[in-house]
T-cell receptor
Framework: GNSVTQMEGPVTLSEEAFLTINCTYT??????LFWYVQYPGEGLQLLLK?????DKGSNKGFEATYRKETTSFHLEKGSVQVSDSAVYFC????????????FGAGTRLAVHP | SAVISQKPSRDICQRGTSLTIQCQVD?????MFWYRQQPGQSLTLIAT?????????ESGFVIDKFPISRPNLTFSTLTVSNMSPEDSSIYLC??????????????FGSGTRLTVV
């Protein structure tokens, strides 16, 4: 079946460190891929997305590239801030039918000054 | 992207009672989705609500426990019935963004944090 696997957290970093959160997927066909962020006490916000192979999504200094050959969509940021502390969810979606999002387990990021 | 107003934002309820969560969207949408996020867990789809038809429930979720209304294209409610402490979760509604506007993806409500005591 279709699924998303994320690296386990929590990920603890110092401010200005480099961030990578791994995400791989299993899917039949070619899904669209998303990263959502959930700040403490809030709902989900779309962080970035990519709809086809080799697309790079970017937003707020975060980037992720849709790699079909490795079925991956790793999230990266060159220099994290305390305000980036949140839970990050990788998700995939297929078009056609009704378009259900399938989420990974989420990765908690804690950034310390 | 659509803008969703979800309420209540949080509630503490007695076991055995029911809570109805509302989501209002600022544009007409065909489908609305309801998710549950148990403490420390990811999101699980409860059901998909189409206007004018019965909601479609995912495996493990039943209409008697989570009745859904969808009276028009901008509004939906989810009721958590006969609550127990195991129902303590964040409940979120979601809509797909209008593809015609090139905004491919989903928008989520801010969530309802439910605690059952």
């Amino acid at each position: 079946g279709n699924s998303v696997t994320q690296m386990e957290g929590p990920v603890t970093l110092s401010e200005e460190a480099f961030l990578t959160i791994n995400c791989t997927y299993t899917a039949t066909g070619y899904p669209s891929l998303f990263w959502y962020v959930q700040y403490p006490g809030e709902g989900l916000q779309l962080l970035l997305k990519a709809t086809k192979a080799d697309d790079k999504g970017s937003n707020k200094g975060f980037e992720a590239t849709y790699r079909k050959e490795t079925t991956s969509f790793h999230l990266e940021k060159g220099s994290v801030q305390v305000s980036d502390s949140a839970v990050y969810f990788c998700a995939l979606m297929f078009s056609g039918g009704y378009n259900k999002l399938i989420f990974g387990a989420g990765t908690r990021l804690a950034v310390h000054p | 992207s659509a803008v969703i107003s979800q309420k209540p934002s949080r509630d503490i309820c007695q076991r055995g009672t029911s809570l109805t969560i509302q989501c209002q969207v600022d544009s007409q949408v065909t489908m609305m989705f309801w998710y549950r996020q148990q403490p420390g867990q990811s999101l699980t789809l409860i059901a998909t609500a189409n206007q004018g038809s019965e909601a479609t429930y995912e495996s493990g979720f039943v209409i008697d426990k989570f009745p859904i209304s969808r009276p028009n294209l901008t509004f939906s409610t989810l009721t958590v019935s006969n609550m127990s402490p195991e129902d303590s979760s964040i409940y979120l509604c979601s809509v797909e963004n209008p593809r015609a506007q090139g905004d491919y993806g989903y928008t989520f409500g801010s969530g309802t944090r439910l605690t059952v005591v």
